[in-house]
Structures are given as structure tokens and as C-alpha cells.
């Protein structure tokens, strides 16, 4: 499929927000070893801005000159290839000059100009589906990328909302997302377990002690990367901790996940 979104699956991960360099780096040299020790895709992720937090205070990172001078130094640094949001048509350009994969946030998969703007940067594209989307209805927005003309494409479940504050993952999504969209499907494992505005303050909560069960469900399931945001403490992350992997379990999840992917896919061809 290319050198990003590939026929193995692959990793996305890194912190929320893109923070100070040093824990930046230290998280993209955890996730260029675990890469080489599993075998693995990794592609670095961080956002340079959270456009979209549920208060008007909300941590949102250092902006799009400062953070993608991060993400720069992130790339040279570890090698690994490099993914951010982009929020806005404008901001497209900038962001293509560094990032290797840009990312529609779910919230913003129908806005048509940053949709086509993207996939005229040259650059794969990474589309979140919205949390009131069926799959189906994702094939618009895929289409849009596509006239734009990006060379590589993904479409990401991040669950659907079910009630006030709590997103549930259709399995078989990822099945019917790769049949209508023509794209590798991704699962959002931290997102998923997000519980929007239900955390201190208005902020978003989390329930991180599902995010390997859901992951090793996903995996059985016919997802074909993972999407996980980590970080070394994240009880003190600025945004989205609560629903944040700690970095000292990614390996060991992110390994046990890839045994599933494989044993259900030799289940299938046998």
C-alpha cells in the first residue's frame, strides 16, 4: 500500500500535545526502539495544536510555528516519520513541510476545503471518522482527500457516542470501513475510551484500563495499525491523560496486540 499506511500493521503513537523537547525526544527514542524491536512501522504523533478542547482554557500546545519546529527536531532526532492535526485549509501548507501523514480530527472530517487541501500537500493522509459517522458515510470524505490527491490514505474508528460522555467501537467497522473507503483502517485505542467532558473541570475524562482489551479486540478484529497516545506520566500530561497509555506499558500492550493481528489472520487462512 506504501511506506506509511502498509499490508502489516503498523503503529501510530506519542503524546498528545507536542510538550518540552526533551520529553518529546524522549518518547520518540521509546517508540524508535520498541519499532526495531517489534518489527513495526512506528509513526511519530503529536499536535501542535488542540483546536477542539471543551474549555476555552484547555491546554492546546505550543501553535504551528513553535510546534512544528518540535516535530522537526522529533524527525532528525529518531528518524521516525511524522504525523499532526491539521485544523485549518491554511495551516496545510506549514504542517506538509515537516509531517510525513497529516490528520483530519474527527470533529472536522466533513469540512471539504481542509479535506482537499490535504490531499494536495503531497503527503499521506490520516482521517479520523466523526463520532457520529457510520462507516459508510466516511466514503465522502475519503473521496475528498482523493481529488485533492494524496498519494496514501487511512481512515481511523475512534468509537461512536452512545449517551452523554461515553464512545463505543463497532468491531466490525473496521471491516466495512476498509470495504467502503478502499483504505487501511485504523484504531484509535485511547481515544475510544475517552469520556468527553466528564473529567475535572469540564475537561475530558478517560478510562485508560480498558485501552488493552479494546486494542486486543480490535487487533482480532481486522484492524490494520493502532493508534495509541502515551506519555511517561500521564496523570500529568496536559491534555487527554486520563485516557493516555503509560509509556512504560506501550511495548508490552503494542507486542501482545501484534500476536493477535497475526494469529487471527493465519485463524482466517487456514
Known amino acids: 500500500m506504501g511506506q ?7 503503529l501510530i503513537a506519542g503524546p498528545c500535545v507536542v510538550e518540552a523537547d526533551d520529553l518529546n525526544l524522549r518518547i520518540g527514542e521509546a517508540l524508535a526502539e520498541l519499532g526495531a524491536k517489534l518489527g513495526v512501522h512506528v509513526i511519530y504523533k503529536a ?8 474549555r476555552l482554557k484547555g491546554a492546546r500546545g505550543p501553535g504551528l510555528e513553535r510546534g512544528l519546529e518540535a516535530l522537526a527536531t522529533v524527525r532528525s532526532e529518531t528518524g521516525l516519520p511524522i504525523l499532526t492535526d491539521v485544523h485549518e485549509a491554511g ?15 474527527a470533529f472536522l472530517c466533513r469540512q471539504t476545503d481542509l479535506l482537499v487541501a490535504a490531499g494536495r500537500a503531497g503527503r499521506a493522509v490520516n482521517v479520523k471518522k466523526g463520532q457520529w459517522l457510520s462507516p459508510d458515510a466516511m466514503q465522502g470524505a475519503i473521496e475528498k482527500v482523493r481529488a485533492g490527491g494524496a498519494p496514501e490514505l487511512a481512515v481511523t474508528e475512534r468509537g461512536t457516542f452512545f449517551g452523554y460522555g461515553d464512545l463505543v467501537v463497532d468491531m466490525r467497522n473496521f471491516a466495512r470501513l476498509r470495504a467502503v473507503c478502499g483504505v487501511p483502517a485504523v484504531y484509535d485505542a485511547t481515544h475510544a ?24 479486540a480490535a487487533a482480532a478484529a481486522g484492524a490494520d495499525g493502532f493508534f495509541l497516545e502515551t506519555h511517561p506520566d500521564p496523570d500529568r500530561a496536559p491534555s487527554d491523560g486520563p485516557n493516555m497509555l503509560p509509556l512504560d506499558q506501550l511495548a508490552g500492550v503494542v507486542s501482545v496486540a501484534i500476536e493477535v493481528w497475526q494469529r487471527a489472520r493465519e485463524a482466517v487462512r487456514a
Not at 506509511?4 to 503498523?10: E, I, K, L, S, V
Not at 499536535?47 to 477542539?52: E, M, P, V
Not at 475537561?203 to 486486543?216: Q, T
Open 193 to 216: 475510551v475517552q469520556q468527553p467532558g466528564r473529567g475535572e473541570g469540564g475537561a475530558s475524562g478517560g478510562l485508560r484500563e480498558f485501552i488493552p482489551p479494546l486494542l486486543y
Open 4 to 10: 506509511h499506511f502498509g499490508a502489516t500493521p503498523f
Open 91 to 105: 495551516q496545510v501548507p506549514a504542517a506538509a513541510q515537516v509531517a510525513d501523514v497529516l490528520q483530519i480530527p
Open 47 to 54: 499536535s501542535y495544536d488542540k483546536a477542539n478542547r471543551s
